[in-house]
């Protein structure tokens, strides 16, 4: 079959025919360390490396051997297991801020946990994010990510339909770089807000010189939990992540994507 007839099936049954914005759709068939071939046997270079994970390469010969022999023993068990605690300890070991590790099922999970963290610690409700972070598919992530009209800052804007007007009121948005927006906003609503969640590197834009630092600081000034969202930054950006490339430590930070090689933890 062609990519074509693949594109035909999937409109079928995939919402929108399936995942990306590809027009017409790419199916992938296999990949062999940085090369993926599709349904129609084109060859490409994979710079995608499925959104992160895949850093080794397809296939790499060390991730096969280690899957090859836990297989047989199993895949699921709902139940502890030593290499989820040897995991968690190279972590903590790696990770500024990781003193104890949560494993989930992916990072948009782990974002939307972080954000209940931080209301129950500080018991607060509102959580400040900034303009364009992307912090998973929750009602709370999908605020102002890529708002499609000017934004009122710090007015959170919903980027789906079925967000609840109600949740709007606990999101407040600030412009990513802005140190004086920023000290303006938490000195109106500092004593309200639970947790700053934030991109150290936001996708493209690097945090600019003392940002970082700042929001530290005024974190520290209000009582508010800093967030680091290193699900693209956490084992790429340096080892430590983003946290020890930049010397700016959060209270908690999220992972994903690269620590499951392409598995889900």
Not at 40 to 69: T, W
Request: net charge negative.
């Amino acid at each position: 079959m062609t990519m074509q007839d693949w594109a035909s099936r999937a409109r079928e049954v995939l919402p929108a025919g399936g995942f990306g914005n590809f027009d017409p759709s790419v199916f992938i068939r296999e990949g062999k360390g940085s090369r993926v071939w599709d349904e129609d046997g084109r060859e490409y270079v994979d710079y995608l490396i499925g959104s992160g994970p895949m850093l080794l390469g397809h296939g790499h010969p060390e991730v096969l051997e280690v899957v090859a022999e836990q297989l047989p023993k199993g895949m699921t068990f709902f139940a502890n297991n030593a290499a989820g605690v040897e995991l968690a300890e190279e972590i903590c070991r790696a990770v500024a801020c990781a003193e104890q590790v949560r494993f989930l099922s992916s990072g948009g999970e782990a974002d939307m946990y972080v954000m209940r963290l931080a209301r129950a610690f500080t018991g607060r409700d509102k959580i400040l994010k900034f303009e364009g972070g992307y912090h998973g598919m929750s009602a709370e992530a999908q605020m102002s990510l890529a708002p499609k009209k000017l934004v009122n800052f710090p007015q959170a804007v919903p980027d789906s339909a079925g967000i609840p007007e109600s949740l709007r009121g606990e999101m407040l948005i600030a412009p990513f770089n802005d140190v004086a927006f920023l000290k303006s906003l938490l000195a109106e609503h500092g004593h309200e807000v639970a947790g700053i969640i934030v991109e150290p590197l936001q996708r493209i834009i690097p945090p600019e010189p003392g940002f970082l630092e700042a929001v530290r600081a005024e974190c520290d000034r209000h009582g508010i939990v800093l967030i680091f969202d290193e699900v693209v930054t956490g084992f790429r950006f340096a080892y430590g992540g983003a946290q020890e490339a930049y010397g700016v430590v959060p209270d908690v930070c999220s992972l994903g994507k690269i620590i499951g090689g392409g598995f889900p933890l």
